[in-house]
């Protein structure tokens, strides 16, 4: 569970950007990961593993444990921490392995 | 092979925007050599001063003044005429054994930007990847909600995030510490800092005391670590830890339990924070064919380098972090050593001049590594966290246990290399950052030998997962090359 | 280097040295040990560290030089009862596989193979058409006209595999021994001495050379060179992804080996070459071939084109100019015997080969035809 700090919230008003989780509109910073943007709002576990189901978040921020994979615009196993959050993007929490062709 | 091409984009190139990337390209560019500066991600800083250009957090308090020096790298590199690309992935370096029909043997540069690949053809490079968290394998450390305490601090600094709910830190180190003290400045809520640095290692350090208190850090570090002492519950001698889930259930994190004088005690969480320092992230110098030793103070592997950060294999050299641990201080300094040591090499300046502009730079990373024995020393983590319970995952990415390898070690698999072969573990998209250390210690621990005689995974290019489309399309004319450089 | 866990040599007695831990050795191992004959062997490093351990486990009769398909026939009955002869299923799994025809010009060559075989006796492989192809293999691109098949092939994991024979050749009293390469063989009053760089010595009756890439230089102590290429064949895997093709793959007109695996990841090679440093146990990739290698998956797989390459890497391999293996006695000492030049495909071959060289140790003759592989076919 993650939040913002008060000043920065009040500055985001401003910088806001709209996206969406699973369908689901969402807004975060302008300069935002996807995944931070994620845990902005509440998600925590963005996704189930390839290998048994377990659901995973975060873990590195820095792009090298490849636990926070989303699929963004359609385009799976994307690394949620090293995409910048885009106004309109669609996230979507990623189950499982990744389809072909996504 | 193609016909080898004469053709060198650019005399350096330097991989890794932190301190040691940023005055390294700053200062071989300053003294005229082609120098382009690569680095993943959008802004300048890597991980240490991530986000300095743009965070959001102004209040310079909360961040404290060691973070916001990073700020004074950026101008010296601008002015310097280094190119810098920024959202550039390198996922390969390597010496073909060809030479270029002109005696030189160019570097290959296998990258990425803007999702098409190609190679960049140099004449030396200064790898500046810098550290990643030690890995900190608990039960239960796979559940959402358990991040590295440096990864909590990556989005207090890039996005101005802390932890809201019921919030546990655990381990040791300065980052832990640090860390518990911006999250005090910002007004963020800790509940308990669990504090596992051994008992024993107090006994171990003591003797290298007066080292660390000529350092420039000891003073900050103390002060910093009595506020955070004095106003956040900190509970130490702490032996062991798992993280728990709900009843039944494994979507996220809910409790903490740990040990402490063998008595156990739980801790509602939403968010645990686990740090036991940092090692070098040394995938890029190991695909490279750089020779790495296993560091006994500082109990990980770091390639080999000279005291200009030259590796095992020619043209290629490593500053920073990435080389051993130092610190951000020490990095910058290490960066300078190697763009004149690499400058050097190319022929631009002559030994004794390289030894003479040396001489200031080398001071101030003796100063800057003054004390470092002591805090290795001090955090060297448990065994039993560097060597888990069996029902740990060691190998996150493909879900492999402790005991899984220990089983392996049984079965007859030596070393890292056939466990990987033979259990996967190492074979997932983060090609062993996050389970290499731990692999190596438990089969070490198992057959009875040091790390050092087991040795670790050998990796290979791809360092970064590449698109199939990208290898697909990776240029082959020189018009190919440059259309991927000119964007 | 580490030994492992076997007794001291000279409390043992081998009646068979074996020069090389790979699944030529192993198997050779396995099927001696099966006979009761006391087996040691030499690995310079560790049991499956190369090409054994590192291929593409392709399990295939399909396409192979006429005088390797009596053996590989006889193998893939040995594949399919794996479990029974090492205790394991070696992750084993047979879907057959495919060679896709581009052109019309490629199918007509898939008709000419059918031909032969079908004139020599052999009848596992066939030829699909189109719609076929498409039922066996749906993402296959629309240009692709039909396929060379052979049904009963498969594919299984290398490493796994050759421990597996390891460890029942073990089980039924073999003993390995690691970290010291072959540096010298001699032969006096009827036994070989075996000498390795870690300074110890050894010595049997009979030796097999399986020593790979390095065969070479086991067959030029005994005075017969032959002309082995050193290479590098590379590989690279993918991600796992949604499980959506069944056979492994291949192409009529261009290099391409692409299987899925069950856990999902995604293999892809067929022999595109890298460097190989042999002394070095070190490869080096050519990223120029690999992407080759990706640029014939783009075109015959436009569902890839996304995926995600997690890792690359290249064995160090050995390769005879005839591409086929030296299999069988010494031309020039008795009680010697060849493992080695599979040229990039001898994984499948690993269980027959192995006991072929037993029954010819043990028996002094094989029902196989094994001439076309004899060393001689070198001799100056």
């Not at chain 3, 080969?353 to 060393?375: E, H, K, Q």
Request: some cysteine; hydrophobic content about 45%.
């Amino acid at each position: 569970m993650f939040r913002r700090l008060p000043e920065i919230e009040t500055a985001t008003a401003a910088q806001a950007v709209s996206f969406t989780i699973d369908g689901r509109p969402a807004s975060a910073r302008a300069g935002d990961s996807v995944t931070a943007a994620l845990l902005a709002n509440g998600v925590t576990a963005c996704r189930t593993t390839a290998v048994s189901g377990a659901a995973r978040g975060p873990y590195c921020m820095m792009g090298v444990c490849y636990d926070c994979l989303v699929t963004i615009d359609g385009t799976g196993n994307r690394q949620g921490c090293q995409v910048r959050v885009a106004p309109g993007m669609a996230v979507e929490t990623q189950n499982g392995k990744r389809e072909v062709e996504r | 092979m193609s016909t080898p091409n004469p053709r060198f984009d650019f005399d350096i190139a330097v991989v890794g925007s932190g301190p040691a990337g940023l005055a390294a390209a700053a200062l071989a560019a300053s003294k005229g050599a082609s120098v382009v500066l690569l680095d993943e991600q959008a802004e300048p800083g890597g991980q240490i001063y991530r986000a300095v250009t743009e965070t959001p957090v102004r209040d310079r308090k909360v961040l404290g003044p060691d973070y916001w020096h990073g700020a004074e790298l950026l101008g010296p590199l601008r002015d310097s005429g280094a190119v810098h690309w920024p959202g550039t992935i390198v996922w390969s370096v390597a010496r073909p054994r060809e030479d270029a029909g002109d005696g030189h043997r160019p570097i290959q540069i296998g990258l990425s930007r803007n999702g098409l690949a190609a190679m960049l053809t140099v004449r030396h490079v200064i790898l500046a990847t810098g550290a990643l968290e030690r890995p900190f394998p608990i039960p239960g450390w796979t559940l959402p909600g358990v991040l590295g305490a440096g990864a909590a601090q990556v989005l207090l600094k890039t996005s101005g995030l802390v932890p809201s709910g019921a919030t546990v830190m655990a381990g040791s180190g300065p980052l832990l510490w640090l860390l518990a003290w911006q999250y005090l400045q910002a007004g963020a809520r800790i509940d308990a800092i669990l504090d596992t640095t051994p008992k024993e290692n107090w006994r171990a350090a003591l003797p290298l005391l007066p080292g660390f208190l000529r350092s420039p850090y000891w003073a900050k570090g103390m002060k910093l670590m009595l506020e955070v002492r004095r106003k956040l519950t900190v509970i130490g001698n702490v032996t062991a830890l798992r993280a728990e889930g709900a009843i039944g259930g494994d979507s996220a994190l809910k409790s903490v339990v740990y040990t402490r004088n063998g008595t156990e005690h739980r801790l509602p969480a939403d968010t645990l924070l686990l740090h036991h320092g940092v090692i070098p992230n040394l995938n890029l110098a190991n695909a490279t064919g750089c020779a790495q030793r296993w560091d006994e103070q500082q109990r990980c592997w770091r390639p080999t380098t000279d005291d200009w950060g030259a590796t095992s294999v020619e043209g290629v050299s490593l500053a920073g972090d990435g080389a051993g641990i130092g610190g951000a201080r020490a990095a910058e300094e290490a960066g300078r050593l190697a763009a004149l040591d690499a400058l050097h090499r190319l022929g631009r300046i002559g030994r004794e001049q390289r030894d003479q502009l040396a001489t200031p730079f080398r001071a101030a990373l003796d100063r800057a590594l003054t004390g470092r024995a002591f805090l290795d020393t001090l955090y060297t983590p448990a065994e039993a966290f560097r060597a888990p319970a069996d029902d740990t995952i060691v190998c996150r990415c493909e879900e492999i246990t402790a005991g899984a390898v220990r089983e392996a070690v049984r079965l007859g698999c030596s070393g890292p290399n056939q466990a990987k072969s033979f259990l996967r573990c190492g074979m997932g998209p983060c090609q062993g950052r996050l389970c290499g250390p731990t692999v190596t210690e438990v089969i070490a621990a198992e057959r009875g030998v040091s790390p050092a005689e087991v040795g670790y995974y050998r990796l290979r290019p791809p360092v970064k997962p590449i698109t199939l489309a990208e290898l697909a399309a990776l240029p082959k004319t020189d018009a190919d090359i440059d259309a991927v450089f000119k964007h | 280097m580490t030994a492992t866990a076997s007794s001291k040599p000279a409390s043992f007695c081998p009646d068979v040295i074996v020069i090389g831990g790979g699944l030529h050795g192993c198997s050779a191992a396995l099927h001696l040990s099966m006979r009761g004959v006391r087996v040691l062997v030499l690995e310079k490093d560790h049991v499956a560290r190369h090409a054994s351990g590192v291929n593409a486990g392709g399990v295939r009769q399909l396409g192979r030089h006429v005088a390797e398909v009596p053996l590989s026939v006889a193998s893939m009955a040995l594949w399919h009862r794996i479990r029974d002869l090492v205790d394991d299923d070696c992750g084993f799994e047979s879907h057959g596989q495919i060679k896709v025809a581009e052109s019309e010009a490629e199918l007509a060559t898939s008709h000419a193979r059918v031909a032969e075989l079908n004139a020599l006796g052999f009848t596992h492989e066939e030829v699909v058409g189109q719609d076929e192809l498409r039922s066996l293999v749906p993402a296959i691109a629309d240009h692709c006209v039909g396929a060379l098949v052979s049904r009963g092939d498969g594919a299984a994991i290398p490493f796994r595999t050759t421990f597996a024979f390891r460890r029942k050749a073990m089980a039924l009293g073999a003993r390995f021994q690691e970290g010291g390469a072959v540096t010298r063989l001699s032969r006096q009053g009827g036994l070989w001495t075996v000498e390795t760089a870690d300074g110890a010595r050894f010595e049997a009756p009979v030796v097999v050379n399986a020593a790979g890439a390095w065969a070479d230089r086991i067959a030029a102590q005994v005075g017969e060179p032959v002309p082995l290429e050193v290479i590098a064949p590379m590989l690279m895997i993918t991600a796992r992804v949604a499980p959506f093709i069944k056979p492994v793959v291949g192409a009529t007109g261009r290099t391409l080996s692409f299987k899925q695996f069950p856990n999902g990841t995604v293999l892809i090679g067929g022999g595109l070459l890298g460097r190989a440093v042999r002394d070095e146990n070190r490869t080096e990739l050519d990223f120029s071939q690999v992407s080759v290698n990706a640029r014939t998956v783009w075109d015959l797989f436009p569902c890839m084109r996304g995926a995600t390459i997690v890792r690359s890497w290249a064995g160090i391999e050995a390769r005879m100019p005839d591409q086929i293996p030296v299999i069988g006695p010494s031309g020039t000492e008795p009680d010697l015997y060849h493992s080695f030049g599979f040229s990039a495909h001898g994984f499948q071959l690993g269980p027959i080969v192995g006991r072929i060289t037993a029954d010819l140790i043990a028996g002094g003759s094989t029902d196989l035809p094994i001439a076309p592989f004899s060393i001689g076919r070198f001799a100056a």
